[in-house]
């Protein structure tokens, strides 16, 4: 009698676990994103108030006003100081053509191997050369109008690598700005003295209070 009713469930049961099995499919390739990005990421500035003025993917370029691939977002914070989202080391720290004042930094965390873009920042507001290691939080630029562009914004940039293609492949990094998730520490850095501030390490509220942020001028 139990050996009929276990052959009687044993369908049941093998359905079952074949949805269980597309679910867990389903979320892997849809949901690990943002929880990834959630576990590494935060906003590549220092604040948390800022305006998308041009999203990732296919949009009329604003220049020559032709269809084209934009890949990375457009976005304006606050905040001038643009900082790095995840600890990572450097791979590009130049002027490009496109780009302007840009860096690129290669992180590699849990098990993926990503690199963030920061793009169109002042001129000679670097911080960080090829081969340096920085932190979650480290300043590494100042939002500027350098290169190929309309105005002053942040063009923030996000790879993955494909290991199949042994390439990195753009990403949509809208889900590290929607995210709203700040660093618990800021390493910002002095320009009127070339060097990192003394109270770097301390969260915004806790930081020197005649301290202000620079900023860009007209």
Do not use: C, W
């Not at 949901?31 to 990005?37: E, Q, R």
């Not at 296919?58 to 995840?86: C, L, M, Q, Y």
């Amino acid at each position: 009698m139990k050996a009929k009713l276990l052959i009687a469930i044993l369908p049941f049961a093998g359905i079952i676990l074949l949805i269980l099995i597309i679910l867990t499919i389903i979320a892997s390739l849809f949901g690990s994103d943002t929880a990834f990005y959630q576990s590494y990421f935060v906003l590549p500035f220092d604040t948390n108030t800022y305006t998308i003025t041009s999203p990732y993917g296919e949009r009329i370029d604003p220049i020559n006003n032709e269809k084209s691939f934009h890949s990375g977002i457009d976005v304006v914070p606050t905040s001038s100081n643009i900082v790095a989202i995840a600890d990572g080391t450097v791979v590009v720290s130049e002027v490009q053509e496109s780009g302007g004042e840009s860096v690129i930094i290669e992180h590699k965390l849990g098990g993926q191997v990503y690199r963030s873009g920061y793009h169109h920042m002042k001129e000679n507001s670097r911080t960080v050369k090829v081969g340096d290691v920085v932190k979650q939080g480290q300043q590494i630029g100042i939002m500027g109008a350098t290169g190929r562009v309309t105005g002053p914004h942040l063009h923030f940039s996000l790879q993955k690598f494909n290991a199949s293609s042994q390439k990195f492949e753009y990403t949509d990094p809208s889900i590290v700005i929607n995210n709203n998730i700040s660093a618990k520490e800021y390493n910002l850095y002095d320009y009127d003295n070339n060097k990192p501030f003394d109270n770097d390490k301390l969260h915004p509220e806790l930081r020197d209070p005649y301290y202000t942020p620079p900023t860009l001028k007209p």
